[in-house]
C-alpha cells in the first residue's frame, strides 16, 4: 500500500520538495570545492538521491544555484582546524540565507573555539545549523572553561534561530561544550552526545540583554569522572543564567555535579534521566543537587527519572535577587531516588537567605519518592528547608501548597500538604494531635479542612483547638467511643503567624 497521497508520484513529491526548499531560502555549506546547483537543473534521479542523503547527492538551494560542497577537500577522517574551516565559517558569515555548516560525517579536531557570530551584524535574519560529525579538542587545547563552540553577537544583539544537530563533542575533560555569550532567542539543541566535559555541557551567558526559547532535545551530557561522589565533581550539565521559556525534553545527564543550574524561569523539564551515579553502600552525608533553581523559577519539572540526587530552590541564585516569597515551581509525575541516604536526605529542598520567607504556588503530585540499599537511614524530611545560608522560613506562611497524591518507597517517612488523623474515641473530651514531621518544609498544619465523627452516641459539638503550629487537640462535647478524622492543611496563609 502507498503512503502517497492519492494521484500523487514520488516524483510530484520531490519536486516539490525541492520547490519548497528553493522559495523558503534554504542553503548549506561544507568544506572543500564549491559548485552550483540550480533547482531547474536537477533530475528526478538526484531529486530521489537528495531524499535518500546519499553522500553525492547534491545541495538543494535556491534557483540562482548555491555554493555547496558534497565532498571535504581531504580523505583524512580527521581533519584539523585549517584554511577549510575558517573559510566554510566565513561563508556562512557572508550568507543571509538559511545556512548550514555540515561536517559531512566527519571529526574535526580544534585548536581553539569554534566561534560562531553573526557575521554581518544582523543576528534576527540569520539563522543556522551545525550539523553532522564530530568536534574534538586536540592536544594544543589549554582551557578547560573554553567551549568547542561559542554562539555570540558581534553587534551585542540577540542571535536568534540558531543550533546544533547531530553532532558528538568529544571533549576528553579537555575543553567544555557550547557557549551562548549573550542574548538570544529560538536556540536549538538535538541529538548531540556531548563527552566528558570539563565544565559544563551547555552554558548561556545573557548578560545585561535576555535569552528566551531554548531547545535542549535528545542529548547525553555524560562525565568520566572517577569520583563516586557527586560533591567532588565540577561539570555543570546546563549551566543557564536568567533564562525563560525553555523546553528541556528527552536528554540523559550522566554522572555531573548538577545536571541544571540557574535561576531559570518557565522552564518545561520533562522526560530526562538526571543520574548522578550508582553509590551505593558509600556514605551519603554531602548531597549537591542535580536540579538547582531560584527561588521563583516558575518551572514545570514532570515526568524525570531525578536518580539519586536533590533538587535546589535557593533564593538569590545567580543574582536572582532576594524574594519574600519561595516556591512557584510544579513536580509532576516523576521519580526521585536516593541511594543509601543518611537520615538528613532529602528530594526537594528550599534554601532562604533571609528570616521570614514564605512558600507558596508549589505543586507536587504523583511522583514516586524513593530510598533504596540496605545500610541508609529513613529520610525524615523528604521536603525540607535548607538553613545553612542563614535563613529561614515562616512556618505559618504557606499558600497554594500542594502536595499530595505521591508515593512514598520504603524508608522515606510521607509527608502531605494535607494531613490526616485518624482518632480512636475512648469517652473523653480531649485529645492531643501532633503533625510534627508529617509536614512537608516544617509547615504549620493551622486549620482543619475536613472533619468527620462516627460514635456510640451523639458526640455533639467538635472541634479543633490550636496550641502550636503543628500540635493541637481535638475537643468533643459529649464523651463518646468511637473513631474522627481530621484533615488539617498547611494552606494557612499566615492567618495564625
Not at 79 to 95: I, N, T, W
Not at 131 to 159: C, H, M, Y
Not at 274 to 302: C, K, Y
Amino acid at each position: 500500500m502507498s503512503d502517497l497521497p492519492e494521484g500523487a508520484s514520488r516524483r510530484d513529491l520531490l519536486i516539490g520538495g525541492a520547490a519548497l526548499a528553493a522559495a523558503q531560502g534554504f542553503a548549506s555549506v561544507a568544506f572543500g570545492r564549491t559548485g552550483t546547483a540550480p533547482v531547474g537543473r536537477l533530475s528526478e534521479a538526484d531529486m530521489v538521491l537528495a531524499e535518500a542523503g546519499a553522500a553525492n547527492a547534491p545541495k538543494v538551494g535556491a534557483a540562482e544555484g548555491l555554493k555547496a560542497s558534497a565532498f571535504l577537500s581531504s580523505d583524512d577522517p580527521f581533519m584539523p582546524q585549517d584554511a577549510d574551516l575558517d573559510a566554510a565559517v566565513k561563508q556562512l558569515k557572508a550568507d543571509r540565507r538559511f545556512s548550514v555548516l555540515d561536517l559531512e560525517g566527519r571529526a574535526i579536531t580544534l585548536d581553539r573555539p569554534l566561534d560562531i557570530d553573526d557575521g554581518d551584524g544582523s543576528p534576527f535574519t540569520k539563522p543556522l545549523k551545525i550539523v553532522n560529525g564530530a568536534l574534538i579538542p586536540s592536544d594544543k587545547w589549554q582551557d578547560p572553561e573554553a567551549p568547542l563552540v561559542r554562539f555570540f553577537s558581534s553587534t551585542k544583539g540577540r542571535v536568534a534561530r540558531w543550533g546544533m544537530e547531530g553532532v558528538k563533542m568529544k571533549c576528553l575533560n579537555r575543553a567544555s561544550g557550547i557557549l551562548i555569550d549573550g542574548g538570544y532567542v529560538n536556540m536549538r539543541f538535538r541529538f548531540l552526545d556531548i563527552d566528558d566535559p570539563a565544565r559544563f555541557g551547555i552554558r548561556t551567558r545573557v548578560g545585561d540583554s535576555t535569552g528566551s526559547d531554548l531547545r535542549v532535545e535528545h542529548c547525553d551530557i555524560t562525565s568520566n569522572s572517577a569520583d563516586k561522589l557527586a560533591s567532588k565533581r565540577v561539570l555543570i550539565g546546563l549551566d543557564l543564567s536568567t533564562d525563560n521559556d525553555g523546553k528541556v525534553f528527552g536528554n540523559r545527564v550522566q554522572k555531573a555535579r548538577t545536571a541544571i543550574r540557574g535561576p531559570i524561569g518557565s522552564f518545561l523539564i520533562s522526560h530526562n534521566h538526571f543520574w548522578q551515579g550508582s553509590d551505593v553502600g558509600l556514605p551519603r552525608t554531602d548531597r549537591t543537587p542535580v536540579l538547582h533553581f531560584g527561588a521563583r523559577s516558575t518551572n514545570v519539572v514532570a515526568v524525570n527519572y531525578i536518580d539519586n540526587g536533590v533538587t535546589l530552590l535557593e533564593e538569590g541564585l545567580g543574582g536572582s535577587g532576594e524574594s519574600r516569597t519561595m516556591g512557584w515551581c510544579q513536580f509532576i509525575s516523576n521519580i526521585f531516588t536516593l541511594a543509601e541516604s543518611d537520615a538528613k536526605g532529602t528530594y526537594i529542598a528550599v534554601k532562604p537567605s533571609g528570616p521570614g520567607r514564605g512558600l507558596a504556588n508549589m505543586l507536587v503530585i504523583g511522583n514516586q519518592i524513593r530510598n533504596f540499599g540496605g545500610h541508609g537511614e529513613r529520610v525524615q524530611k523528604p521536603f525540607s528547608v535548607d538553613t545553612s545560608g542563614g535563613g529561614a522560613i515562616n512556618t505559618a506562611l504557606g499558600s497554594n501548597i500542594r502536595i499530595e497524591d505521591n508515593y512514598f518507597w520504603g524508608k522515606v517517612q510521607p509527608q502531605s500538604s494535607l494531613v490526616e488523623k485518624f482518632v480512636n474515641l475512648d469517652k473523653k473530651k480531649s485529645y492531643p494531635i501532633d503533625v510534627t514531621g508529617q509536614t512537608p518544609f516544617d509547615l504549620d498544619a493551622d486549620v482543619v479542612t475536613q472533619i468527620g465523627v462516627r460514635a456510640d452516641g451523639d458526640p455533639g459539638s467538635v472541634w479543633y483547638k490550636r496550641s502550636a503550629g503543628r500540635r493541637g487537640t481535638l475537643q468533643v462535647g459529649n464523651a463518646v467511643s468511637g473513631k474522627a478524622y481530621l484533615g488539617l492543611t498547611v494552606n494557612a496563609a499566615g492567618l495564625f503567624g
